[in-house]
């Protein structure tokens, strides 16, 4: 895999994995409640592979977080996303972010998140997953809940959260902010942050290093990465906000990350 631009086009910037080598697919997770869909890759005919949980955009579960996927298990990962919204609605059908945050992800409690993400930790162990290597990584929305479950669960060994809010969160359900929990980490967690990120202000990552760095070893052992001139999503290479530089080396330090507490 790499970060160049999509071939055919050279103002796309669209990254497309191939799927060579690969195992992957659509599958029914398993959940409480009956079953939701999930997209999972990992490398062809191999187990004990070390887990990572991807956590959507806002978006859901749609190419690029695919793609994500398939470039993590190109790199020796089982990766599962979950579909976190579909009891809520289908965020494929809205073009209009404020009215998919309003009628879908404001309606998603963190709770509901917590147990589709066991489920999918259940999931990979009985696919080849090795759980005692499990991580977590997620983008915008899923930034956000990569905190909040590297709270959570003792089952993670380590996270990395791409530009997620950190005083608040979308919608009335909301019971906790990441800097309610950033000290009290089951594993460690790079955040990844652009400095030009309107959503998301500078003094909110100030604060969050200051609660890391009083917090317990898996807090005070997290990473805090600004970007100066990046925004939101600067890796999301679908979208104008896209950065390559800054894209290629927070996914460099991901994967450094978890080689460091997954291996």
């Not at 055919?8 to 910037?13: E, K, L, Q, S």
């Not at 080598?21 to 939701?36: C, K, R, T």
């Not at 609660?211 to 317990?216: E, I, M, P, R």
């Not at 001139?229 to 450094?256: I, K, N, S, V």
Request: charged residues 20%; glycine residues 10%; contains cysteine.
């Amino acid at each position: 895999m790499s970060f160049a631009p999509a071939a055919g086009n050279p103002a796309d910037t669209t990254i497309h994995t191939d799927a060579d080598g690969l195992a992957h697919g659509v599958f029914d997770l398993p959940v409480h409640d009956g079953s939701i869909s999930a997209y999972y890759a990992a490398p062809q005919g191999r187990t004990g592979l070390p887990v990572v949980l991807v956590v959507q955009e806002i978006f859901g579960v749609h190419e690029h977080i695919k793609d994500i996927c398939r470039r993590l298990a190109k790199a020796g990962y089982l990766a599962v996303a979950p579909e976190l919204y579909q009891r809520q609605g289908d965020a494929a059908a809205y073009t209009d972010v404020p009215k998919l945050i309003q009628e879908i992800v404001a309606k998603v409690p963190d709770e509901q998140v917590y147990a589709d993400l066991d489920a999918s930790l259940a999931w990979a162990e009985q696919n080849g997953g090795d759980t005692r290597r499990a991580g977590i990584t997620g983008f915008c929305w899923g930034g956000r809940l990569t905190w909040m479950y590297a709270a959570r669960n003792p089952a993670i060994k380590a996270g990395v959260a791409w530009y997620g809010k950190l005083s608040t969160g979308h919608g009335p359900l909301i019971k906790q902010v990441v800097l309610d929990v950033a000290a009290d980490l089951q594993g460690p967690v790079l955040g990844l942050y652009g400095g030009k990120d309107a959503s998301i202000p500078l003094e909110d990552v100030d604060a969050l290093k200051a609660t890391l760095a009083q917090g317990n070893a898996a807090a005070r052992a997290s990473e805090v990465v600004v970007y100066p001139d990046a925004g939101h999503g600067f890796l999301a290479d679908y979208r104008p906000m896209y950065r390559a530089a800054d894209a290629r080396d927070g996914w460099q330090r991901m994967l450094d990350w978890f080689q460091r507490h997954l291996a």
